[in-house]
């Protein structure tokens, strides 16, 4: 009886190989083409209170309005921008600050919308109108 040993270290190339593109097949958007929108900070043009701002990492966006934070679940498909499990801290937010977060935050609710970056500038659209952020980095 012959028996044929396999060097562990091959095994495990492989595995990970198949893991990887396994999770590359099956992670929404992640063979999509930058958007440009990932890894810049993106601040909402003409605020009149600050901080108002958010970034996209990976599949998760963070941010912060003038008074709460923001989380998303962020999916990118060319550019369309997917939030879904939206959450923000609800502290009370009035006059100026509660004007430049409402704006903020509506633009980034649950749901689909087309976002399009051109040079520093990034428009979000949706049925109710377009938001504007601008990134300096």
């Not at 704006?103 to 649950?110: N, P, V």
């Not at 949706?126 to 601008?134: I, K, M, P, Y």
Request: net charge neutral; aromatic share 4%; glycine share 12%.
């Amino acid at each position: 009886m012959h028996l044929h040993v396999r060097p562990a270290g091959r095994i495990l190339a492989g595995t990970l190989s198949a893991v990887t593109a396994l999770a590359m097949l099956t992670a929404p958007g992640a063979l999509a083409a930058d958007s440009g929108i990932t890894g810049k900070q993106w601040k909402l043009q003409n605020a009149s209170a600050q901080p108002a701002y958010f970034q996209v990492d990976g599949d998760q966006l963070t941010g912060s309005g003038p008074c709460n934070s923001i989380s998303a679940h962020a999916v990118i498909d060319g550019d369309q921008l997917t939030l879904d499990q939206v959450r923000t801290t609800r502290v009370g937010c009035e006059g100026k600050e509660g004007q430049t977060e409402q704006r903020m935050f509506a633009a980034l609710r649950e749901g689909t919308v087309t976002a399009t970056v051109s040079g520093n500038t990034l428009t979000v659209s949706r049925e109710s109108g377009q938001t504007t952020f601008v990134s300096g980095n």
